[in-house]
């Protein structure tokens, strides 16, 4: 297990992790004044205690909200809210899951930990900060149907949960849906900003532009896909692997949770009404 702190500008992030089933799998919680934004996985709590106490009164933590209901986001929320007896705000399609808890795959509880149920708010749409500047919700579903990002305009930051990750994704979770994250990255994009906070990556400086990358080379790869599937009638493992190829450790290690064939099948998610013939 390892950590490293980040900082940029009024920002202070914690980076924390252990390099999991041959994968780095480091997540980021990032502080601004005295909200502190996601948690880190549970495995990671004494660095993520350490993080969160070692500031002096006057700039201490006295809100944490949440971007979605995943464990290496939430997974530390239950014992902040003990720790610091302050408020635990998250989507409100995160509720439920976080007051009752969800089933993980074994490899999730492996790298990241089993989080605590805890009992959050459902998070405003605007929030201000401890300098009197709003820190906003933008929904951005696709990673998760209930995730959210946090932009806070006064100092152009985006703080970007999963949305980003990578310019070139090669793997995609089983319950993530390529259409809909286009269609957040886009919704996103209407907003100005200009770094990127994402939760693995670290600080992206050129974030709207990896952004605007990103969203143009998965509108790319999902017109190559339907266009393969549904004129050249292609299945979708020979489509995957004439353009992403085999699948690597990340599918290996995950038992499949992570692969690419998830990628190309979620391409079609809006071309085929029956998504249980296209991943077959």
Not at 9 to 37: F, N, Q, S, W
Request: hydrophobic residues 35%; proline residues 5%.
């Amino acid at each position: 297990m390892s950590s490293e702190r980040i900082t940029y500008g009024p920002v202070e992030g914690l980076r924390a992790g252990r390099y999991g089933l041959g994968l780095d799998m480091k997540v980021t919680c990032y502080r601004i004044g005295g909200t502190l934004i996601d948690t880190g996985p549970p495995n990671q709590w004494r660095a993520v205690r350490r993080f969160v106490t070692q500031q002096d009164d006057e700039h201490g933590i006295d809100r944490v909200i949440l971007t979605h209901h995943h464990e290496d986001h939430a997974g530390n929320a239950a014992r902040l809210q003990e720790l610091l007896d302050v408020p635990v705000y998250a989507p409100e399609k995160s509720l439920d899951r976080l007051r009752e808890g969800i089933s993980l795959e074994t490899y999730r509880w492996i790298v990241w930990g089993r989080p605590r149920p805890v009992e959050a708010e459902p998070v405003p749409e605007s929030l201000t900060l401890a300098d009197g500047t709003p820190l906003h919700t933008l929904s951005a579903p696709g990673h998760s149907d209930d995730m959210v990002c946090y932009l806070a305009p006064a100092h152009e930051l985006l703080f970007a949960a999963d949305l980003y990750v990578t310019r070139r994704p090669e793997y995609l979770r089983f319950d993530e849906h390529a259409p809909r994250l286009i269609e957040s990255i886009h919704q996103v994009l209407e907003h100005d900003f200009d770094a990127v906070l994402c939760a693995h990556r670290g600080v992206v400086e050129d974030g709207r532009r990896a952004l605007a990358d990103k969203v143009k080379y998965m509108e790319a790869l999902c017109g190559v896909v339907r266009r393969r599937y549904r004129y050249d009638k292609l299945s979708v493992p020979e489509i995957t692997d004439e353009i992403l190829g085999t699948e690597g450790m990340l599918y290996w290690a995950t038992g499949g949770d992570f692969s690419k064939h998830n990628l190309i099948a979620s391409c079609l998610q809006e071309v085929e009404a029956d998504a249980s013939a296209i991943v077959e």
